[in-house]
């Protein structure tokens, strides 16, 4: 059974400081990996996504892999009180479709 | 622009009835998808197709159907609705051998079962 695993929150972050959000996946399979935001009745939509182990910087965000401990992490520098929103964490092992975490639910306190 | 449409935002029905969610994607992928998302529970894969007339079980296919008869068109069908199945339902699509495999997923039907 493939798993991804996010802390679900909440995490309460200052305005302005790095926002750190963390997942484990349990497929060694696992090719690809998404961090997707939802923002309250909303749909999910894509923020990052990364293969290849190490770091990638989209503007304020940076994703990070490391497959040899099969962990990815999201950082949100600057952290604006638009980015309150759940962020999960998904993998990309084969054909079918992601396999997603639960979430993880990110404050940002004004 | 991209675009994944669910026919139904909203949807109340009662226990035992037949329900059809519909999701219609305008990309030309080859591969749809039917979530259900639930709190403490996250999203979970129930179908998915990945060609015309093909289809394959996800995580939690009981109680659960799916139909493609055309590309753009997969079709989620409750044949009995059950109170358990009171979730939002979301539809994804993805082409095949994307760089990235993004999903794009519609707005999402939220159905409640009495």
């Known amino acids: 059974q493939k798993e991804v695993e996010q802390n679900s929150g909440p995490l309460s972050v200052p305005e302005g400081a790095i926002a750190s959000l963390n997942c484990t996946y349990s497929d060694r399979g696992s090719q690809s990996f998404f961090w997707y935001r939802q923002y309250s009745g909303k749909s999910p939509e894509l923020i990052m996504f990364i293969y290849s182990n190490g770091d990638k910087e989209d503007g304020r965000f940076t994703a990070q892999l490391n497959k040899a401990s099969q962990y990815v992490s999201l950082l949100i520098r600057d952290s604006q009180p638009s980015d309150s929103a759940t962020y999960l964490c998904?993998?990309?092992?084969?054909?079918?479709?992601?396999?997603f975490g639960k979430g993880t639910h990110l404050i940002i306190q004004p | 622009d991209v675009k994944v449409t669910q026919s139904s935002r909203y949807l109340v029905k009662r226990t035992g009835e037949k329900v059809f969610l519909e999701c219609v994607q305008d990309m030309d992928h080859e591969n749809m998808f039917w979530y259900r998302q639930d709190p403490g529970l996250g999203l979970r894969l129930i179908y998915f197709?990945?060609?015309?007339?093909?289809?394959e079980k996800g995580d939690i296919p009981e109680g659960y159907s799916v139909s493609r008869e055309k590309k753009e068109r997969f079709s989620l069908i409750l044949e009995s609705a059950s109170t358990n199945q009171t979730s939002m339902y979301l539809c994804?699509?993805?082409?095949?051998?994307?760089?990235?495999?993004?999903?794009?997923f519609g707005e999402g039907s939220r159905l409640t079962v009495l």
């Open positions: 197709s990945y060609d015309v007339k093909m289809k």
């Open positions: 998904a993998s990309l092992g084969g054909a079918d479709g992601l396999t």
């Open positions: 994804a699509s993805r082409a095949s051998g994307s760089e990235t495999g993004e999903l794009f």
